[in-house]
């Protein structure tokens, strides 16, 4: 029976309806032996884990040209929906299906991106803390209502932070490469240049994929383009941001705050800049999941997993379909 090896650490040696679907498919589940850090993995530990396995329900470790080539995986399903921990171009070559779980935890990183941007604008943890000691400082911050979003990538993430935010009154840009015109007419939102969204969006928020184009999209010079108070949102990715530039514009006052859920090394390092700083909030990447997503990623994960052993091709989740459909398991 072919093995799956189950990564992520919070499924780890629990029982789903994930574990359910890859049962029933006649595929046996098994776990790490030791708890593997999510993105901090050493190759040789992962291999290690490999051994004796023909597929993944993967976590964040990285699968490098490398561990691809010298693994014996058939197929890896990711829990999430970006997939740049893995070699695509090399798990294309070495014909190893790779899948993601679209549409099962859009609304749980809208939610968190609405969390971070309320705590920024209305001074939490800051204030229950003052409440807490008697500190009582009571510093006056400025309102939401009627400021602008610019939301750089109108995804599925976006898109699910667009009524939301509307709701709270913000007037919305995007800009998105490959913009969906009809849901920015049908939604009201403003169809801007990358230039003038950083410049004139009082909140900037990241919801593109992090990629050798548009690493360090956020830096110095665009610190310094986005407007005095403004506000720096990413539920995306890490590399999309210049940490210690943006530790200097936080610094500086510039900008009148930041919510982070993603960073470029994860656990976030102690010694960053950014935990020290007073108008930053921080989220240990926990953007997508919440309960519902949590069972919905898990369980798309698996149903992957089971289609691509049962000889049904599980297009919508395929991140390399060019491997095509007559692939076996
Ligand atoms: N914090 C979390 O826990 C968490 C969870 C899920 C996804 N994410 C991240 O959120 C991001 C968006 O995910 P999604 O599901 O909406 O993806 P998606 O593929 O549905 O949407 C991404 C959008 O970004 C656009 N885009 C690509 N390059 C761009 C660029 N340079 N500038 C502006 N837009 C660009 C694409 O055209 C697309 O419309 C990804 O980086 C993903 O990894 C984070």
């Known amino acids: 029976m072919p093995r799956i090896l189950v990564t992520p650490y919070l499924l780890q040696d629990t029982q789903g309806p994930f574990s359910e679907i890859l049962t029933a498919a006649g595929l046996e589940v098994v776990f790490p032996a030791t708890r593997l850090s999510e993105s901090v993995l050493d190759p040789e530990a992962l ?3 490999l051994a004796g396995v023909s597929g993944v329900l993967a976590g964040s470790e990285l699968y490098s040209r490398e561990v ?6 058939r197929a890896i399903a990711r829990m999430g929906v970006g997939y740049d921990a893995i070699d695509i171009p090399a798990a294309t ?6 899948t993601i779980v679209p549409g099962t935890n859009d609304v749980s990183v ?12 209305r001074g939490f943890p800051a204030r229950d803390a003052e409440a807490r000691s008697g500190a009582w400082n009571r510093q006056v911050l400025p309102r939401l209502d009627g400021r602008t979003l610019g939301l750089v990538g ?4 976006g898109k699910a932070v667009v009524p939301r935010a509307a709701a709270l009154g913000l007037q919305l840009l995007a800009f998105d490469p490959y913009l969906d015109l009809a849901f920015a007419k049908a939604h009201s939102i403003r169809a801007t240049s990358l230039d003038e969204l950083i410049a004139t969006a009082d909140i900037v928020s990241l919801h593109c994929p992090c990629t050798a184009d548009n690493a360090n999209l956020i830096n110095a010079q665009t610190l310094r383009q986005m407007k005095a108070g403004s506000v720096l949102i990413n539920t995306a990715r890490g590399g999309l941001v210049d940490e210690e530039a943006l530790a200097d514009a936080l610094e500086a006052g510039h ?3 930041a919510g982070l859920d993603a960073f470029k090394i994860e656990p976030l390092p102690a010694t960053s800049r950014l935990a020290r ?8 990447h926990m953007g997508g999941l919440d309960h519902d997503s949590w ?3 898990s369980s798309l994960a698996a149903q992957c997993l089971a289609d691509l052993y049962q000889g049904r091709w599980p297009e919508r989740c395929l991140v390399n379909p060019s491997i095509g459909s007559d692939w076996q398991w």
């Open 68 to 73: 691809l080539r010298r693994s014996g995986l």
């Open 277 to 284: 700083l007073p108008n930053v909030l921080l989220s240990p």
């Open 295 to 297: 069972r919905d990623m």
């Open 110 to 121: 809208a939610e968190t991106m609405l969390a971070l941007l309320l705590g920024v604008y």
């Open 93 to 98: 070559e070495f014909k190893i299906p790779v």
């Open 255 to 257: 900008l009148l705050g």
């Open 47 to 49: 291999l290690a884990e």
């Open 154 to 157: 109108l995804g599925r993430i």
